[in-house]
């Protein structure tokens, strides 16, 4: 399916599938277990931009993924956020957070480079989500 992806988000991400209403993609940042949503909503900016049958399949969206890096990854924390202050489109990230990641307690934005995956590791992490997913994956 065809769907204008923000070029900052297609840059800094590894596509995992197609979800009913979202696009999933990978955060290509190997520090923290990072996901990101993205709506196939033309001009959607914010969650006030989708009507409410779309709002609702993008929270079970949600829910399905923080369900899956929850059982994958045993996080100590999930962050959930949509924030858009850099790519306008409407995109919902989910990360997992862990107490001993060079981050914590702060938020993952601006703190430390990014390290990209290694293609392996990409490799793998993909598949393990789409195994996990499974059902929710086109």
Same mark, same amino acid.
């Given at each position: 399916?065809?769907?204008?992806?923000?070029?900052?988000?297609?840059?800094?991400?590894?596509?995992?599938?197609?979800?009913?209403?979202?696009?999933?993609?990978?955060?290509?940042? #190997?520090?923290?277990?990072?996901?990101?949503?993205?709506? =196939?909503?033309?001009?959607?900016?914010?969650?006030?931009?989708l009507?409410?049958?779309? /709002?609702?399949?993008?929270?079970? @969206?949600?829910?399905?993924?923080s /369900?899956?890096? @929850?059982?994958?990854? =045993?996080?100590?924390?999930l962050?959930?956020?949509?924030?858009?202050?850099?790519? #306008?489109?409407?995109?919902?990230?989910?990360?997992? /957070?862990?107490?001993?990641? #060079?981050?914590?307690?702060?938020?993952?934005?601006? =703190?430390?480079?990014r390290?990209?995956?290694?293609?392996?590791?990409?490799? #793998?992490?993909i598949?393990?989500?789409?195994?996990a997913?499974?059902?929710q994956?086109?």
């Amino acid at each position: 399916m065809s769907f204008p992806l923000d070029p900052r988000l297609a840059a800094d991400t590894h596509p995992i599938g197609e979800m009913p209403l979202s696009r999933l993609l990978l955060m290509d940042d #190997a520090r923290h277990p990072w996901l990101i949503l993205v709506p =196939r909503i033309a001009g959607a900016r914010e969650l006030m931009d989708l009507d409410v049958v779309d /709002r609702a399949a993008l929270f079970d @969206e949600i829910t399905a993924v923080s /369900r899956a890096m @929850e059982t994958l990854l =045993r996080p100590d924390k999930l962050n959930v956020a949509a924030l858009g202050n850099v790519v #306008a489109q409407l995109h919902v990230h989910v990360i997992a /957070r862990y107490a001993d990641d #060079a981050n914590w307690p702060h938020p993952v934005w601006g =703190r430390g480079e990014r390290v990209a995956y290694a293609r392996e590791d990409a490799v #793998a992490r993909i598949a393990e989500l789409r195994a996990a997913l499974k059902e929710q994956l086109a």
